[in-house]
């Protein structure tokens, strides 16, 4: 038996025969003469089931085994001109070896050589691998025959399927280009049936398929084709055994429909590219009928696809803001095959009107006639003359002659960033412009298991894209997902301050999702999109001038918002690349930093520019504090690298997807994530859980995947336990334990007494817990022991944020939880004054005497100076009337 060395037999009962590549051809066949120990190339010559296995028509990767003939031994009765190889009565011998062998295939691996083909599609260069082809026949017969010598003549590779199920798992398995199958009789086949059953499986979308006919007799009509292009076949092809008429028709199919449908494969990556692409894209035929649109369109224009495809650009709404000639230019000038670009007025679906930047781009098709319009469409910056910038103080246009020069704040930035003055404007003031900008890669390509967040995250998506007052509009729907009752924590103040007493139940109780609109962006709005700074893939190729401002950022004094500037509202990631590398992160979790990078993406893309506090911005502002933190002697000789890890990452994701809303106005508004957390820690739960999920669903971006289970299971809990101490409804507790456990044995191991009370240090793991803590809580509201620009520049972010919801309170009716942050009553010294007494000092004060902060603690007494002034100044100007 010539291939009994390389036949085995599956548990199916198929027998299987391999062979080298060098013998594969069927071309390259060798007599009978040579004995049967002698392999053939590609033919095995049929013998007797009794005397030996049946040979293979093709060695190669498993085949089941079928009989066929050499060329050599068909002799000169074979016509390889008309009918291909010739049968002879052998053929009534043949017989299986195997009885159970019914899903039976053979394979043909061709010995001539063919080069992967090249193929252009626009500037595209594409590279095309021999085609496959899959015969479907019942029986082996002379058309058969001239299919696969076919086959190997063009250079194809070919599987033979004799049954509907293996024919399937064949083509599932290697998703032939070509399938031809045999039409010519039903007894053996339903071959309409096969081409169906193979036209719902997904690979078959770009496969041609051929029907093999009988001839039609004389005395009958032509049958129509109509019933084989229903069923899914593409060709009809009469019955002819030639082995040219077989070759010419493979060859036509290659050249014609495999190259076509090879070409619309390649097309899958462009509409890949354009879907992820955060421009708005929208390509219309030549009579701008609408083809497709992309989701940053949908979210710019709050339209579904489905709303706008097949519809003619004339029939959506029109804005009328453009100038009445302005369309006439447009249409002049894309008709000419010319590029137009220009600012330009849309309407969208909600009936507001968006400035756009667009460029329309003719697509000149064959004979130089225009076939499309492809339009790329980005957000202009807004200006709303109509709307107040905020006031600090009540009447400011008196006050704004009498507060001091200093209270104003002013930009040390270049070109870069203007500081929104937190101080009263007059009629000098210059107007606010509220530019938006779409984040790098946004959640709504990302799958959210909490239902409320995949809403939530699509509606901040379109905000995000969107002036005041569509974001506005955008927040009335997120009343339905409001549904529970009331909830807010029971916090104790030291007075009756209603400062106090409303920042108790503010700023330290934070919330779900941006639910509003009316955020005022406080720096000068930059004229240049994310995409024109390229991401560094290391830290090394961090562009020049950030490098430069990154050099300074082991300082306290460190400008985050210089850093906001240059990166165009990206810090965190150029800030977290130097920082984390300083402290050997990737070397600790043993990923690489494009990992790092990729997930510093990830959460930056996560946190909201449009928050005019709780942004990428903060965060980074309170991983600069962190790192700071963690160079102290004592804070670096109480905690081991794992601590550190845990601490800068918890830094970077505490507030991720803030929506600059807090924890009460959540509570009282019924959101879905204050049912899931059970009123308790929603933001900060929601923070955490949030960031351990965007960084385990992508391989690309887990900083984790190579790191130990155990330390995984503690790193997450330190990062976890970090973040929820963020939250301030706990805030004395955590501060009353730091004092007791490390401040008080300090300074009794200072003082040289008795106490027996345990010293910090790495073999106290809750004490370790304490100072993790402490840390990221006093990282998280350092502001007031920032210089005093800085200073003054957060207080004005956190108060607009305040002022923001308190609106939004007020508009949607709900409890309002910090009344006196009313944007035309409320004074900012005074709220900072409370904020400072009633948080800050007693905090600040305990971990100076751990960490030895002088600088910070010079910073917060300065600062705290200067709101004190501002606020007697505000008094007496108050007082002036009646004393008068």
């Known amino acids: 038996m010539g291939c009994a060395p390389s036949i085995h037999v599956s548990q199916s009962g198929v027998i299987y025969c391999r062979d080298s590549d060098e013998s594969n051809s069927p071309r390259q066949t060798s007599s009978v003469s040579q004995g049967p120990t002698a392999p053939l190339h590609g033919l095995f010559v049929q013998t007797d089931a009794a005397d030996a296995m049946p040979p293979s028509r093709a060695a190669g990767p498993p085949g089941a085994v079928r009989v066929r003939r050499s060329r050599a031994e068909l002799g000169s009765g074979s016509s390889t001109g008309s009918s291909g190889p010739a049968t002879t009565t052998c053929r009534g011998r043949r017989r299986h070896c195997c009885s159970s062998a019914e899903a039976e295939t053979q394979t043909s691996y061709t010995s001539v050589k063919v080069s992967s083909a090249e193929v252009r599609i626009g500037p595209m260069r594409l590279t095309q691998d021999p085609i496959q082809v899959l015969l479907i026949f019942a029986k082996e017969d002379s058309q058969s025959d001239g299919f696969w010598w076919a086959c190997d003549r063009a250079g194809y590779r070919c599987n033979i399927a004799r049954t509907p199920e293996s024919a399937l798992e064949c083509f599932l398995d290697k998703h032939h280009e070509i399938i031809?199958?045999?039409?010519?009789?039903?007894?053996?086949f339903d071959a309409e049936a096969v081409c169906r059953s193979i036209r719902a499986?997904?690979?078959?979308e770009h496969t041609v398929i051929l029907a093999v006919v009988s001839q039609a007799s004389d005395d009958h009509e032509e049958a129509s084709v109509l019933p084989l292009l229903h069923a899914g076949f593409n060709r009809r092809f009469m019955e002819n055994s030639s082995i040219i008429a077989c070759y010419n028709e493979l060859i036509q199919i290659e050249h014609g429909e495999v190259r076509s449908q090879f070409k619309l494969r390649a097309c899958n990556s462009v509409f890949t590219a354009l879907d992820h692409c955060h421009e708005a894209i929208e390509i219309t035929s030549d009579d701008h009928v609408i083809q497709y649109v992309n989701p940053a369109f949908e979210r710019m224009m709050g339209y579904h696809k489905g709303e706008l495809l097949g519809k003619e650009l004339a029939d959506l709404p029109k804005s009328d803001k453009n100038r009445a000639d302005l369309l006439d230019t447009i249409n002049t000038c894309i008709k000419k095959g010319k590029e137009w670009q220009g600012v330009y007025y849309a309407r969208r679906k909600s009936g507001d009107s968006i400035q756009q930047h667009v460029k329309i781009t003719p697509v000149i098709g064959q004979g130089g006639k225009i076939r499309h319009f492809v339009s790329l469409k980005k957000l202009c910056c807004t200006t709303d003359s109509n709307k107040q910038i905020h006031r600090i103080h009540r009447d400011s246009g008196d006050n704004s002659q009498t507060e001091p020069h200093s209270f104003r704040h002013k930009s040390r930035r270049k070109e870069s960033i203007d500081v929104k003055s937190i101080s009263s404007r007059g009629s000098d003031a210059p107007s606010l412009q509220n530019r938006r900008y779409p984040s790098m890669a946004r959640i709504h390509s990302m799958t959210i298991e909490a239902p409320i967040t995949k809403v939530i995250n699509i509606i901040n998506a379109a905000q995000e894209n969107s002036p005041v007052t569509v974001a506005e509009a955008l927040d009335r729907v997120l009343e339905i997902l409001r549904t529970t009752e009331l909830y807010s924590p029971q916090l104790g103040t030291k007075d009756e301050d209603p400062h106090t007493s409303d920042l108790v139940g503010g700023l330290m109780t934070d919330g779900l999702r941006r639910l509003s609109g009316n955020e005022y962006v406080f720096t000068k709005n930059v004229h240049h999109s994310h995409s024109h700074l390229a991401m560094p893939i290391t830290i090394n190729d961090v562009p020049p001038s950030i490098a430069q401002?990154?050099?300074?950022?082991?300082?306290?004094?460190?400008?985050?918002?210089?850093?906001e500037a240059i990166t165009h509202k990206r810090p965190?990631?150029?800030?977290?690349?130097k920082v984390f590398s300083r402290f050997g992160v990737c070397e600790f979790l043993n990923c690489t930093e494009t990992t790092l990078r990729a997930w510093l993406q990830v959460i930056e893309a996560n946190y909201h520019s449009s928050n005019a506090y709780h942004n990428s911005t903060h965060a980074a502002d309170v991983l600069h504090a962190t790192a700071f933190f963690l160079g102290k002697e004592r804070v670096k000789g109480s905690l081991d690298q794992l601590d550190e890890v845990a601490a800068l990452i918890a830094a970077t994701v505490h507030d991720v997807d803030h929506p600059g809303r807090t924890n009460s106005f959540?509570?009282?508004?019924?959101?879905?994530?204050?049912?899931?957390?059970?009123?308790?820690?929603?933001l900060e739960s929601h923070h955490t859980a949030l960031a351990f999920q965007l960084t385990v669903k992508d391989t690309k971006c887990n900083i984790f995947k190579n790191i130990d289970r155990n330390h995984y299971r503690t790193l997450r809990q330190a990062i976890i336990d970090m973040v929820l101490a963020t939250e301030m409804t706990k805030h004395f507790e955590h501060v009353n334990k730091f004092v007791n456990s490390i401040n008080k044995p300090l300074a009794a191991e200072s003082e040289g007494s008795d106490c027996e009370c345990n010293p910090t240090g790495k073999n106290f793991p809750e004490n370790q817990i304490l100072i993790k803590r402490m840390m990221i809580k006093c990282a998280d509201v350092a502001n007031p022991c920032r210089p005093l620009d800085l200073?003054?520049?957060?207080?004005?972010?956190i108060s607009e944020e305040y002022f923001a919801q308190t609106d939004e309170e007020k508009r949607q009716g709900l409890p309002v939880v910090m009344p006196v942050f009313d944007r035309n009553t409320c004074s900012i010294p005074k709220s900072q004054i409370s904020f400072i007494d009633y948080f800050i000092t007693d905090m600040f004060d305990a971990w100076d005497a751990f960490a030895h902060l002088p600088a910070l603690m010079q910073h917060l007494a300065d600062n705290y100076k200067h709101w004190k002034t501002?606020?007697?100044?505000?008094?007496?100007?108050?007082?002036?009337?009646?004393?008068?």
């Open 180 to 188: 031809v199958i045999d039409h010519r009789q039903s007894r053996n």
């Open 791 to 797: 200073c003054i520049e957060w207080a004005g972010r």
């Open 572 to 577: 965190l990631v150029y800030l977290g690349l």
């Open 549 to 563: 401002l990154l050099d300074n950022e082991e300082s306290w004094d460190f400008n985050i918002f210089e850093l």
């Open 201 to 204: 499986t997904n690979p078959s």
């Open 666 to 682: 959540l509570c009282n508004a019924g959101s879905e994530l204050a049912v899931l957390y059970n009123d308790t820690a929603v």
């Open 870 to 884: 501002l606020d007697d100044l505000k008094c007496k100007t108050l007082r002036l009337p009646s004393d008068s």
